[in-house]
């Protein structure tokens, strides 16, 4: 598991580098509106909250349901929404037009909770997975269509934002890998409790650390192409 989430995490480094060269017209590319990387960003933010539920199934298995929500899983999140609060002050100087309300911090903080909640939903979440990701494009409404309330998904268009994950259809995906993770841990517990290649142990090392990777990153790829920049233009 720790592997599957540090591979998800060099894949979102590389695609935000390729990002970073892009803003700094050091490349030709749309994140936009382009196929390639659209689909990318998809399947990264997938591989993630996917990684997220099946991490809730492992960390809510031998815990009784009055303890679910435990000291230490408030101090996680506690952590979580933090560093959501500073990628949203952040965004908004580096990009005050578009600036991130409700990225994948902000919604993996609100899911945390959901998740939770709905635990022992046991096969219903893998229907209401589904419904919460096809839901978004059967209901939407202008009263979603603000800051205030576009997180939720229900949206008419897309904000103008640098990263956008609402709940819906978001929210399906997590449910996904909590019932994944549920299941594996009452028909295959080997497949989490097994061993692990050794090529693949730096994986694990770095998906232990995700939280701390995702806040770094960005600054440090940002600062070394600007300090390339500059000296290019000496």
Known sequence: ??????????????????????????????????????????????????????????????????LRFCPRFWWRWGQVAGCALLVSAGSALMFPGSWISFGVLHGIAVMLVLMRLSADWGRWLWP?????????????????????????????????????????????????????GQWVLAHRPAWLSGGLPRGLAPLATLGRWSLSFYMLHQPVLIGAVMFWLALTRQ
């Open 1 to 66: 598991m720790d592997a599957l989430r540090g591979a998800a995490i060099v894949w979102m480094a590389v695609f935000h580098f390729g990002f970073d060269l892009a803003h700094f017209r050091l490349i030709e590319a749309d994140f936009h509106r382009d196929p390639f990387w659209l689909h990318q960003r998809t399947a990264i933010v997938s591989l993630f909250l996917f990684c997220a539920g099946l991490g809730q199934a492992v960390a809510m298995a031998s815990r009784p349901t009055r």
């Open 128 to 180: 209401l997975g589904l419904l919460a990701l096809l839901l978004p494009q059967c209901v939407q409404s202008p009263l979603f269509d603000s800051r205030l309330t576009d997180w939720l998904g229900l949206v008419t268009r897309k904000p103008v934002t640098e990263d956008w994950v609402p709940v819906l259809p978001w929210l399906g995906v997590m449910w996904w890998g909590l019932a994944a």
